[in-house]
């Protein structure tokens, strides 16, 4: 029989404290387990070590880090009732990791791997060097940072104002830098005005080349496929700056891959993105096509493209090998949802839908 020391008598007992106060969390199929503090919550716990987790928003909007809970107990921050959960997905036992706090040891079904777990948050200063007004009430407002940032095809950043709690979420529209490399030194968004809004009204108030903003970044997921996959990639708005980085990041990767982009503006004095649009179609005419879609063009207007919503262009007619295909959404999360309806009526994958839906917040 063995005689412990004092001293690891009292490792016994912290590592024994320890264990009572953390819940073991196992991630079925995957061969993970990580540990989290009781009444933390799931994913920031998942994040903070290291886990590849599926995420995007945060706060339970999108539905990205859905979860399906197999056994174990956590206590939710928010009625799953009313988040983009569906009701079949209810009943099947999935909850939102982002808003739930870890009671007991849990056993999980989730789908890890997003290739962006090596990119740490970071907050870096930057100044506006280039600020340009575009149709739509757009704004494309790019920063020349004072550091470089890494950041993956369809991620995006938080921009604030330097001396004001004012922030707002938008996504990058360029492609990624290279993983070789030290990182961006220069990056773009686009900018809708919001009714009511007060950082994108300070946006489009007035040319703020020279400006200072901090920019904290990288964050959120777009989900990845395989690079030699033809895409078909369905935005609304300015949902599209997502599209630009992921699609301009994976024809760079892929010398084969062909996309279908589905782009749908209310009419044609808001098309904001053709000069943007038009680089790209020059650039790779042979392996992109793009289906311009108005959803409120006045009638006997000089358009002569298609008129609806974008899920009125996912059809057969569009030519799209649907059963093997990769798709991106971006765009409100009505429109998403629509959208992500639609696809799996048409064959998609689920797995192979990877979207961010857009909340707007009027500040």
């Known amino acids: 029989m063995k005689i412990l020391t004092v001293a690891e008598l ?4 912290e590592r024994a404290g320890a264990a009572a106060l953390s819940s073991r969390v196992t991630v079925v199929g995957s061969g993970t387990t990580f540990q989290v503090p009781k009444g933390d919550l799931l994913l920031m716990s998942a994040l903070a070590q290291g886990v590849d987790y599926p995420h995007n928003c945060r706060v339970g909007t999108c539905g990205t880090c859905k979860t399906r809970l197999l056994k174990g107990r956590i206590s939710p921050l928010v009625d799953f009732a009313l988040s983009p959960l569906t009701n079949e997905e209810l009943e099947n036992g999935y909850i939102l990791a982002c808003q739930s706090k870890v009671r007991t040891d849990l056993e999980i079904d989730v789908k890890l791997g997003t290739g962006h777990r090596d990119l740490p948050v970071r907050s870096v200063a930057g100044h506006v060097c280039a600020w340009r007004r575009l ?47 030290s990182g961006a030194q220069e990056v773009g968004f686009l900018v809708r005005r919001l009714p009511g809004g007060k950082f994108s009204a300070w946006v489009y108030g007035a040319d703020l080349k020279g400006a200072k903003l901090w920019l904290q970044a990288p964050m959120g997921t777009m989900g990845f496929d395989e690079f030699d996959r033809d895409g078909l990639c369905v935005a609304g708005g300015t949902g ?11 024809l760079k990767q892929s010398a084969t891959a062909r996309f279908t982009i589905v782009f749908g503006s209310r009419s044609a ?79 998609v994958d689920p797995d192979r839908v990877h979207a961010d839906k857009f909340v707007p917040a009027a500040y």
């Open 135 to 181: 149709p739509g009430e757009v704004v494309d407002l790019r920063l020349r940072l004072d550091a470089p940032l890494m950041f993956a095809a369809g991620q995006y950043g938080i921009l604030a104002p330097s001396g004001s709690f004012v922030q707002r979420s938008y996504s990058f529209y360029d492609a990624p830098p290279d993983p070789a490399g």
């Open 10 to 13: 009292q490792g016994q007992k």
């Open 240 to 250: 599209l700056a997502p599209i630009l980085s992921i699609v301009s990041h994976r």
């Open 269 to 347: 004095q808001d098309n904001f993105a053709d000069a943007l649009l038009a680089n790209l179609l020059e650039r790779e005419s042979q392996r992109v096509r793009l289906v311009n879609i108005l959803s409120n063009e006045p009638t006997g207007s000089a358009w002569r493209g298609r008129r609806g919503l974008v899920t009125d262009a996912l059809d057969a007619a569009l030519g799209v090998d649907y059963a093997n295909a990769a798709a991106f959404v971006c765009g409100s999360l009505p429109m998403v949802e629509a959208v992500e309806k639609k696809l799996l009526q048409l064959g």
